[in-house]
């Protein structure tokens, strides 16, 4: 399940590029969090804390608890990392988007869908393990958000396949992708000719026979006599 994160956060009154210069410079990164039943606030959070989070995130679907001071007064907000913002050259973060969660409120997320183990067709009899699908739509709480869900594919022969619906999901994790779609197939082995060029073999080159000229077939008609 996906870890949850604490972390600092302070309102932010300055707009504009200016004031976000000002922001930065200070050590902190401009950011913004929407969503739920209150209007969308600016904030600005500890850089190296947000930097630390990344550094040892599992996955994409990062489930934070932004802890905004203001006044002498902390409030708590869940919310999800929806957007990071990098510098095109450097990679420095430049801004982060969160999107305001409830805790007893499902939400829709994709998530990553992963392989585990060699299929039997493809350890002993040289097919192709093919993957049709990459993420999964589930629905579920925000603590029961998983970071991956793995298929353990060992026993797909060629031919086999799992689809949507083979998948095991975690306790409270509900898939919304059509359960009819493919996830994992196992392919039949390419089968290679054995031809001279299959086996790297260059063709001989045709003889060509040239017509004789004119000029040429008389002289030598003239020898002969």
């Known amino acids: 399940m996906a870890k949850q994160f604490k972390l600092s956060a302070a309102p932010r009154a300055e707009s504009g590029r200016n004031a976000v210069k000002k922001v930065r410079a200070r050590g902190s990164v401009p950011a913004v969090i929407y969503g739920g039943s209150e209007a969308p606030n600016n904030l600005e959070i500890n850089r190296r804390e947000i930097e630390k989070i990344l550094a040892y995130a599992v996955g994409e679907n990062l489930l934070v608890e932004l802890q905004i001071a203001s006044q002498g007064k ?3 907000r869940l919310s999800l990392i929806q957007e990071i913002q990098h510098h095109p050259v450097r990679g420095d973060i430049l801004h982060v988007d969160f999107q305001a969660v409830s805790a007893t409120e499902t ?4 998530i ?4 585990q ?22 629905e579920c709480l ?6 991956v869900i793995h298929m353990n594919v060992t026993s797909l022969d060629i031919g086999q396949s799992y689809h949507v619906r083979d998948l095991i999901l975690p306790e409270g994790v509900q898939a919304v992708t059509d359960p009819e779609l493919t996830v994992f197939r196992v392919s039949e082995p390419t089968v ?7 086996l790297g073999e260059q063709p ?8 004789k000229k004119p000029e040429a077939a008389g002289a030598q008609e003239a020898s002969k006599k």
């Open 192 to 198: 290679v000719s054995e031809s001279a060029t299959a």
């Open 142 to 147: 925000p603590q029961n958000l998983p970071d």
């Open 112 to 115: 990553p869908v992963e392989a």
């Open 204 to 211: 001989s080159a045709p003889e060509v026979i040239k017509e």
């Open 117 to 138: 183990g060699v299929p039997k067709g493809v350890k002993t009899g040289g097919g192709l393990l093919e993957q049709s699908l990459r993420v999964l739509l589930v």
């Open 107 to 110: 939400i829709q997320a994709e």
């Open 74 to 76: 902390t409030t708590n």
